[in-house]
T-cell receptor, first 108, second 116 residues
Framework: GQNIDQPTEMTATEGAIVQINCTYQTSGFNGLFWYQQHAGEAPTFLSYNVLDGLEEKGRFSSFLSRSKGYSYLLLKELQMKDSASYLCAVRPDTKLIFGTGTRLQVFP | GAVVSQHPSRVICKSGTSVKIECRSLDFQATTMFWYRQFPKQSLMLMATSNEGSKATYEQGVEKDKFLINHASLTLSTLTVTSAHPEDSSFYIC????????????FGQGTRLTVV
């Protein structure tokens, strides 16, 4: 089976840094994605990792360790608009399997 | 990025009726489309994989006779919820891929289905 775990909820302060972790056990691995989703809307793509290491994209960075089945999404200089759900998704073959999702709330 | 259009965005139907949701890739050919369901405060649950010109592959626990999927062309997949019941009320989202294991999946806007 496929198992992708994330913390359910996190809170942080505006301007701070937050790290959202994701651990996975899947039958195969063809990449890991991070998506942001605001309530009632479709997910929007944030990042993609297929090789070990850190991918940086502006305020957002994503890290992958394939040997540990572990990834994290790092959000810097948090803004109020970053309050959303963050979804880790793994592609074991051609389909995309989503983790449990992390609801992040940013406070002033 | 590529555009995937999903229609309708909201639908309310009576219990026992059927509802069809369309998912179109507007500027690329989608060899594979995926249908997800999302309950409030939960993550996306994959229902089925739709391949153009062949039968859909359903995930374990998803009733294929209740959730009919048709992928008749490279730009259109439809999900029909048959004999809908209140417990089918959910947010349904499609995504489309151009093919290849490292191709990003693009999402439709989602459909909020309410069965009364």
């Amino acid at each position: 089976g496929q198992n992708i775990d994330q913390p359910t909820e996190m809170t942080a302060t505006e301007g701070a840094i937050v790290q959202i972790n994701c651990t996975y056990q899947t039958s195969g691995f063809n990449g890991l994605f991070w998506y942001q989703q605001h309530a009632g809307e479709a997910p929007t793509f944030l990042s993609y990792n297929v090789l070990d290491g850190l991918e940086e994209k502006g305020r957002f960075s994503s890290f992958l360790s394939r040997s540990k089945g572990y990834s994290y999404l790092l959000l810097k200089e948090l803004q109020m608009k970053d309050s959303a759900s963050y979804l880790c998704a793994v592609r074991p073959d051609t389909k995309l399997i989503f983790g449990t999702g992390t609801r992040l709330q940013v406070f002033p | 990025g590529a555009v995937v259009s999903q229609h309708p965005s909201r639908v309310i139907c009576k219990s026992g009726t059927s509802v069809k949701i369309e998912c179109r890739s507007l500027d690329f050919q989608a060899t594979t489309m995926f249908w997800y369901r999302q309950f409030p405060k939960q993550s996306l649950m994959l229902m089925a994989t739709s391949n153009e010109g062949s039968k859909a592959t359903y995930e374990q626990g998803v009733e294929k006779d209740k959730f009919l999927i048709n992928h008749a062309s490279l730009t259109l997949s439809t999900l029909t919820v048959t004999s809908a019941h209140p417990e089918d009320s959910s947010f349904y989202i499609c995504s489309a891929s151009g093919g290849g294991s490292n191709t990003e999946a693009f999402f439709g806007q989602g459909t909020r289905l309410t069965v009364v």
